[in-house]
């Protein structure tokens, strides 16, 4: 189901625009996931969320669907405590020549390492780099509407998009604002996958860059995600490392900080350690453990002032 490898204009847009989803000639695939969270912390214990993917190709040109359902209650799910239904991506990816993808309509955002659907996570919550992109964007999930295209050069893929301002700020007289967003994706090595990203906006804060990192050997992997912003956030790290204990079991552990343009406002800090099962081909389980140092009462990073236990199933078609 994975499309996107990276996710404002991410490796996750870079696939889809390099390698155009696999599928059928003839018929629509229809794939998804369920996402059901259990969390001793919040309000509402247990929560569910569900997505539903449908695409098509016909000759060079995939289109693509992804429709999100939320039950009322789960973190980060619904609005006002209803349930909704809601377009996550709406898109078509057309594969112009050899080397150049054109990718047009609702899509994730590209910039940072971190793709947005629960499979494709590397922990059961997302890093404050990725709250803090998905802060800026204003439509629904870390979303950006717009226009992008793809040129493949050698071990490197570079993207650049035109898309709706991240924040959906207008003029004075009323009218759209637009972005525009670079993305440099690189794999010097085996092993070895590096990204730069950068993309503008006039508002919240401002000007956004992103390098991040991930080197994989055999059992082991490590991965950095930096972000520097114009305004508000000075910078934002996630450092995390990963194990494959055997085909079954991943142990993870993550570190953060976020440091703010106010002088007089505290670092926030959080340490989280993760741990996945295998339980069939199309169902995982997975334990996450995080506690966060927020003193300053900060919104933006997500890191909230405690400690945070979850469970989570995962199950994919």
Same mark, same amino acid.
């Given at each position: 189901?994975?499309?996107?490898?990276?996710?404002?204009?991410?490796?996750?847009?870079?696939?889809?625009?390099?390698?155009?989803?696999?599928?059928?000639?003839?018929?629509?695939?229809?794939?998804?996931?369920?996402?059901?969270?259990?969390?001793?912390?919040?309000?509402?214990?247990?929560?569910?969320?569900?997505?539903?993917?449908?695409?098509?190709?016909?000759?060079?040109?995939?289109?693509?669907?992804?429709?999100?359902?939320?039950?009322?209650?789960?973190?980060?799910?619904?609005?006002?405590?209803?349930?909704?239904?809601?377009?996550?991506?709406?898109?078509? %990816?057309?594969? =112009?020549?050899? @080397?150049? +993808?054109? &990718?047009?309509?609702? !899509? /994730?955002?590209?910039?940072?390492?971190?793709?947005?659907?629960?499979?494709?996570?590397?922990?059961?919550?997302?890093?404050?780099?990725?709250?803090?992109?998905?802060?800026?964007?204003?439509?629904?999930?870390?979303?950006?509407?717009?226009?992008?295209?793809?040129?493949?050069?050698?071990?490197?893929?570079?993207?650049?998009?035109?898309?709706?301002?991240?924040?959906?700020?207008?003029?004075?007289?009323?009218?759209?604002?637009?972005?525009?967003?670079?993305?440099?994706?690189?794999?010097?090595?085996?092993?070895?996958?590096?990204?730069?990203?950068?993309?503008?906006?006039?508002?919240?804060?401002?000007?956004?860059?992103?390098?991040?990192?991930?080197?994989?050997?055999?059992?082991?992997?490590?991965?950095?995600?930096?972000?520097? %912003?114009?305004? =508000?956030?000075? @910078?934002? +790290?996630? &450092?995390?490392?990963? !194990? /494959?204990?055997?085909?079954?079991?991943?142990?993870?552990?993550?570190?953060?900080?976020?440091?703010?343009?106010?002088?007089?406002?505290?670092?926030?800090?959080?340490?989280?350690?993760?741990?996945?099962?295998?339980?069939?081909?199309?169902?995982?389980?997975?334990?996450?453990?995080?506690?966060?140092?927020?003193?300053?009462?900060?919104?933006?990073?997500?890191?909230?002032?405690?400690?945070?236990?979850?469970?989570?199933?995962?199950?994919?078609?």
């Amino acid at each position: 189901m994975k499309l996107l490898k990276k996710n404002m204009v991410a490796l996750a847009v870079v696939s889809a625009l390099a390698a155009p989803l696999a599928v059928q000639a003839d018929d629509a695939e229809v794939s998804g996931f369920v996402d059901i969270i259990a969390n001793s912390d919040a309000a509402v214990v247990f929560g569910a969320d569900a997505e539903v993917d449908v695409s098509k190709k016909i000759g060079a040109v995939t289109v693509r669907a992804d429709m999100d359902a939320n039950l009322a209650g789960n973190t980060g799910a619904s609005v006002g405590g209803q349930d909704s239904g809601r377009i996550e991506q709406a898109y078509f %990816a057309w594969a =112009a020549s050899k @080397s150049v +993808t054109v &990718l047009g309509g609702l !899509f /994730n955002n590209p910039i940072g390492q971190e793709l947005e659907d629960a499979p494709n996570m590397d922990f059961t919550s997302h890093s404050t780099v990725y709250n803090i992109l998905d802060g800026q964007t204003a439509l629904y999930g870390n979303n950006v509407a717009g226009i992008a295209a793809a040129v493949a050069a050698g071990p490197a893929t570079i993207t650049v998009a035109v898309v709706d301002d991240l924040g959906l700020s207008t003029t004075t007289s009323g009218k759209g604002k637009t972005s525009t967003a670079a993305v440099v994706n690189l794999s010097p090595m085996k092993g070895l996958d590096l990204e730069l990203g950068y993309v503008t906006q006039d508002v919240q804060a401002e000007n956004v860059l992103d390098f991040n990192a991930k080197f994989s050997a055999g059992a082991l992997t490590v991965g950095l995600d930096y972000l520097a %912003a114009d305004k =508000a956030v000075d @910078s934002a +790290t996630n &450092l995390w490392v990963g !194990f /494959n204990v055997n085909d079954k079991v991943n142990v993870k552990a993550r570190y953060e900080s976020v440091s703010f343009e106010a002088a007089a406002t505290d670092d926030s800090t959080r340490t989280t350690l993760y741990a996945t099962y295998a339980i069939n081909d199309n169902l995982s389980a997975a334990l996450e453990s995080s506690s966060g140092d927020n003193t300053s009462a900060e919104g933006i990073s997500g890191i909230v002032d405690d400690d945070v236990t979850t469970l989570e199933f995962i199950g994919t078609f």
